[in-house]
């Protein structure tokens, strides 16, 4: 497939909320397939079609796995918490501490109209938080309760 850029913050397409998929065609399994590579090419955990300036409710998700592909998903579901560091594609070298569910089960369509469900703890959880805020045009930063600094950031850095 094709890889696709990534829209970095301050593109207004990134604060605007998606609309839902009503077509299960050929166009979105493109789209789907393309976020996939695009998300293997930049090693990052997730990606959502605003991302790449589509505004539909699509994202891929992939913390080890392979990738798993959400189409209109909703979170139906959430328990615990869990205080963690993110960043985001859109914002590359920049990281928060953010709060998010330890615990998420999600609903949502796969690419032929099915209607699924999954559950997730931890990273997945944290994913799934993080690309479905990115559908209703949610930005990370905007839930963050502190950015980690430069000084922080470079020792991470050091630690890896």
Known sequence: MALRN???????????KCRPVEKFNKRLWDLLDDLADTLEDS???????P??????????????????EFINPVIVE??????VQEG?????GEFGIIKRPAHVKAQFNDREGNLCEIEGD??????????????????????????????????MREEE
């Open 51 to 68: 991302q790449v300036g589509v505004m539909r409710r699509v994202c891929v998700i992939n913390v080890g796995d392979g990738p798993i």
């Open 78 to 83: 959430s328990d615990g918490e869990q205080e």
């Open 122 to 155: 931890d990273l997945f959880a944290q994913a799934m938080c993080h690309e479905f805020d990115h559908l209703d045009g949610i930005i990370f930063k905007s839930k963050v309760e502190r950015m980690l600094s430069e000084e922080e950031l470079r020792a």
């Open 6 to 16: 990534i829209v970095k913050e301050g593109d207004p397409i990134l604060t605007k």
């Open 88 to 92: 985001c594609l859109s914002c590359p």
């Open 43 to 49: 090693g990052g955990v997730g990606l959502a079609a």
